[in-house]
């Protein structure tokens, strides 16, 4: 019987052995500890956004102070990259000015998460997609006056 840990293990790429795991001891730590899930009672931004060929989605809260943001939640409804990156990529949006955070991209989440399978790659896309959308809501609501 194998090992749990050989259920993680990286499938090839061509030609060549990895060696590494799928996920690597980041992305499992962020999936087992997640930081940031919850929701915010009355958030300044929000946005649910999803993937319509997995079906998975997050629900994504901000609280903004002046140019900051002070607080983001998350909740996942989907895979376990999913919860990782959308947790490392609230760490990255935590206390930033909004146009830093604009440009936060998931290229920046996968390399702080030090990588990910290709495969689960497209994973890393809901935590931005759902802090632009919020971000953007935010936005909206400044633009009529309601901010
Ligand atoms: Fe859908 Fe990971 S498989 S977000």
């Known amino acids: 019987m194998k090992e749990w840990k050989d259920l993680y293990r990286q ?9 590494y ?3 690597n001891e980041t992305i499992l ?3 087992k500890n997640p930081r940031h899930i919850g929701e915010i009672e009355e ?10 060929n997995c079906g998975d989605h997050i ?22 990259a999913a919860i990782a990156t959308t947790s ?3 760490e ?14 998931d290229d920046d989440v996968i390399e702080t998460a030090g990588g990910i399978p290709a495969r689960k790659a497209h994973c890393s896309l809901l935590g931005v997609a759902g802090l632009h959308s919020a971000l ?5 609501k400044k633009e009529k006056g309601g901010q």
């Open 11 to 19: 499938d090839q790429g061509p030609g060549e052995a990895t060696g």
């Open 21 to 23: 795991f799928v996920y």
């Open 29 to 31: 730590d962020h999936f």
């Open 43 to 52: 958030p300044d931004g929000s946005a649910v956004v999803g993937d319509p």
């Open 59 to 80: 629900r994504l809260h901000l609280m903004i102070e002046g140019d900051k943001i002070v607080d983001i939640r998350y909740k996942v409804f989907g895979c376990a």
């Open 88 to 90: 490392i990529l609230c």
């Open 92 to 105: 990255l949006a935590i206390n930033k000015d909004l146009n830093d955070a604009l440009a936060i991209t």
């Open 136 to 140: 953007a809501e935010y936005f909206m």
